[in-house]
């Protein structure tokens, strides 16, 4: 064997034996998955966190699209417009979200179909990865969809059922309450029925009663507002013009029973042109509010609620004072076991009407009238239901649960007015909601 032939195998020998320096090759082969796994958990919670994002953006976006195929269609816009329409409002908001990953594409599509608007969303979007990248894997693919649907312009019927108890003849204000007491030592249901006169020879006055004295000088009372505020409420319904071809009203009275003012028409105008002229007078057998009596008769008038396609969606909503009262008896000696019935609405009344119908309650608010000894003797006492404080108090919470939700429920006195009562009460019941 030759010099140069041994010397090469001893050197291949020591190579075989030399194992200096080969832990740090190992570390830096080790290194490698393990910043990819530290890098990936910071990486995958960052994809997270944007998923998160881009779906509350996506079901923003969604519901914008419909709230503007619903406009579309208020302002008399044709299918194809109404469609166009909603799909770049619903785009368009997605788009605006601030830092949107490079590449994010929205797509919001829009179906009419049987007045039925029908909206989807969806994106695709690509979340670049740091350390991941060793690992060879560059970016997170994420995507998302959401829906909503609602009716344009729906089949709605909407029942108004006015209470015109002789509570209903109340002031509508303090100041118009001190007027009444004032005048006749009377603020709680003045509208009596007995007729007088003011002033001699060619200025002599008759008056029928109370109330006819409140109408003739000045006195707002509370059914007055009731009627302006159903009146606003015509005209704001009408102004909505492609749903008024799809609208229907009725208008009923209760009070010691129930009356129709108007029956279910499409002729928006007979609510405003037919209004309900006085409340009831108030004596000791007319007058009351009975609420829980006329409520089986009213279900049955209102019926079944439809879908708002073929068959109209229903409404029904209550302008009351909510406080029940079976006749003025009560303030005569010997029927003082009468006074606990003077009480507020029972929840369950309302859901006489059958759970397909949406129920709303504009509120009246009820006043304070201590320390007049009629209210002290009825309202004044403690609540009946267990509530800390009086049957007053009890008033506000259950007319609440008589509402089918919170926001059919609106107080006059926090709105700028009943019209607005009314209307809020509306526009809540046709509330867009995404769908899932």
């Known amino acids: ?3 140069s032939i041994m010397l090469r195998i001893e050197k291949f020998r020591r190579l075989r034996k030399d194992e200096y320096g080969s832990l740090p090759v190992i570390l830096a082969i080790a290194l490698v998955p393990l910043a990819g796994l530290v ?14 994002r881009l779906n509350s953006a996506l079901d923003a976006a969604v519901i914008v699209a419909a709230k503007a195929a ?46 039925t608007v029908s909206v989807t969303g969806n994106y695709t979007a690509a979340v670049s990865t740091t350390l991941l990248g060793v690992l060879g894997i560059k970016s997170f693919s994420l995507t998302g969809n959401a829906a909503s649907e609602l009716s344009l312009s729906p089949m709605v019927d909407i029942y108004l059922l006015i209470d015109v108890s002789g509570s209903m003849a109340i002031g509508a204000t303090t100041a118009d309450i001190k007027k009444l007491q004032d005048k006749f030592g009377c603020a709680f249901a003045c509208h009596d029925g007995a007729s007088f006169s003011e002033g001699t020879g060619w200025r002599k006055t008759t008056y029928s009663d109370s109330f006819d004295w409140a109408q003739k000088n000045g006195v707002n009372l509370r059914i007055n507002e009731i009627n302006v505020g159903i009146t606003a409420f015509v005209t704001w319904l009408k102004s909505q013009s492609s749903a008024n071809r799809r609208l229907r009203i009725a208008v009923y009275s209760f009070s010691n029973g129930i009356a129709p ?33 006329i409520m089986p008769t009213f279900a049955s008038i209102v ?86 404080g009086t049957r007053f108090d009890d008033i506000v919470p259950q007319l609440k649960q008589c509402a089918t939700s919170a926001g059919l429920f609106v107080d006059a006195s926090t709105s700028a007015s009943v019209g607005d009562a009314f209307k809020n009460i509306f526009s ?5 909601r995404l769908s899932r």
């Open 303 to 388: 019926g079944t609620s439809g879908d708002g396609t073929t068959t109209a969606k229903k409404l029904v909503i209550i302008a009351t004072d909510g406080v029940q009262d079976p006749n003025r008896l009560w303030s005569l000696s010997g029927y003082e076991w009468m006074r606990p019935q003077v009480r507020p609405f029972d929840p369950a009344d309302c859901r006489k009407v059958d759970r397909s119908v949406s129920v709303g309650v504009l509120y009246a608010p009820y006043i304070n009238l201590s320390p007049d000894w009629g209210y002290l003797a009825t309202l004044g006492m403690p609540s009946q239901i267990g509530n800390k």
């Open 70 to 115: 619903q406009d579309a269609d208020t302002a008399n816009k044709s299918s194809a417009d109404v469609k166009s329409l909603a799909e770049k409002a619903g785009t368009d908001y997605f788009n605006s979200v601030q830092n949107l990953p490079a590449g994010t594409v929205p797509t919001v599509t829009v179906t009419v179909a049987n007045r």
């Open 261 to 293: 003012i108007v029956k279910l028409t499409e002729t928006l105008d007979s609510a405003a042109n037919n209004l309900p002229s006085a409340p009831s007078a108030s004596n000791t057998t007319e007058g009351g509010t009975h609420f829980s009596d």
């Open 1 to 3: 064997m030759s010099v």
């Open 39 to 52: 890098g990936g958990v910071a990486d995958f919670g960052r994809a997270i966190s944007e998923r998160t």
């Open 428 to 432: 809540s019941f046709t509330t867009v």
